[in-house]
C-alpha cells in the first residue's frame, strides 16, 4: 500500500523558515516526479513546487519563487521543501504528492499527480 507522510509543519514568526519533509513508502518513486501543494481554509488547493524525478529540473508558483526550495533523496525515498521568508499568506496544510507518470519532469496540476499525502500544516503569524 503506497502511503505519504509529510512532516516539518508548525507555528512560525513571519521571516521565519520551516523545512518540510515527505517520507513515501510501499513503492519506489525515484522515477516519479514529485510535488508540494497546499490548501488554506475556503481556498482550493494550489501548486506550490515540483521537482523531476532526477532532481534536476525544478518549477515553482510565483507565489514562493526566491524563496521555497523543493529537493529530494531518492535513497531515501523522500521529498523535501525548504520555506524561507515565510508569510501570513503561506499559512495551508501543505500536501505532497505522486506524479502518475514515470521520468516525468513535474506539473503544475493537480489531476497529474495519483498518491497524495494527509498533509501536514503551516501556520506564520504577522
Known amino acids: 500500500q503506497v502511503q505519504l507522510v509529510e512532516s516539518g509543519g508548525g507555528l512560525v514568526q513571519a521571516g521565519g523558515s520551516l523545512r518540510l519533509s515527505c517520507a513515501a513508502s510501499g513503492r519506489t518513486f525515484s522515477r516519479h516526479a514529485m510535488g508540494w501543494f497546499r490548501q488554506a481554509p475556503g481556498k482550493e488547493r494550489e501548486f506550490v513546487a515540483a521537482i523531476s524525478w532526477s532532481g534536476e529540473s525544478t518549477v515553482y508558483a510565483d507565489s514562493v519563487k526566491g524563496r521555497f526550495t523543493i529537493s529530494r533523496d531518492n535513497s531515501m525515498n523522500a521529498v523535501f521543501l525548504q520555506m524561507n521568508s515565510l508569510k501570513p499568506e503561506d499559512t495551508a496544510l501543505y500536501y505532497c504528492?505522486?506524479?502518475?507518470?514515470?521520468?516525468?519532469?513535474?506539473?503544475?496540476?493537480?489531476?497529474?499527480?495519483?498518491?497524495w499525502g494527509q498533509g501536514t500544516q503551516v501556520t506564520v503569524s504577522s
Open positions: 504528492a505522486i506524479h502518475r507518470e514515470e521520468w516525468s519532469t513535474g506539473s503544475r496540476v493537480l489531476r497529474a499527480y495519483d498518491y
